[in-house]
Nanobody, 123 residues
Framework: QVQLDESGGGLVQAGGSLRLLCAAS????????LAWFRQAPGKEREFVAV????????YYADSVKGRFTISRDNAKNTVYLQMNSLKPEDTAVYYC????????????????WGQGTQVTVSS
């Protein structure tokens, strides 16, 4: 079993930055693909970014490409999401997820989820 705990969300003005953290405990962390998803009110949960277990290979949704950066520190069992140039449309609950398998973008393929952290971007 894996427990994922997100932190770092909050309220920020448009153009600002936030850094989300997701700390994992339980099962070995290093061989999991780690992803961030988000869900805005009234919308489906959508893919944001993913980082593979083997090497720093990443993939981003077009809506965040060039503004967000996903990274991981296996020694600390932590995955990060650096969010720059935030826009009001980035407002959502952000979820950390893990999959013990290949890299992925579909939320249905996640094995584990965190509880989510709220990000609100004011205009």
């Amino acid at each position: 079993q894996v427990q994922l705990d997100e932190s770092g969300g909050g309220l920020v003005q448009a153009g600002g930055s936030l850094r989300l953290l997701c700390a994992a405990s339980g099962r070995t962390f290093s061989n999991a693909a780690l992803a961030w998803f988000r869900q805005a009110p009234g919308k489906e949960r959508e893919f944001v970014a993913v980082i593979r277990s083997s090497g720093p290979i990443t993939y981003y949704a077009d809506s965040v490409k060039g503004r967000f950066t996903i990274s991981r520190d296996n020694a600390k069992n932590t995955v990060y999401l650096q969010m720059n140039s935030l826009k009001p449309e980035d407002t959502a609950v952000y979820y950390c997820a893990a999959r013990y398998g290949p890299s992925y973008t579909s939320p249905q393929r996640s094995d584990y989820w965190g509880q989510g952290t709220q990000v609100t971007v004011s205009s």
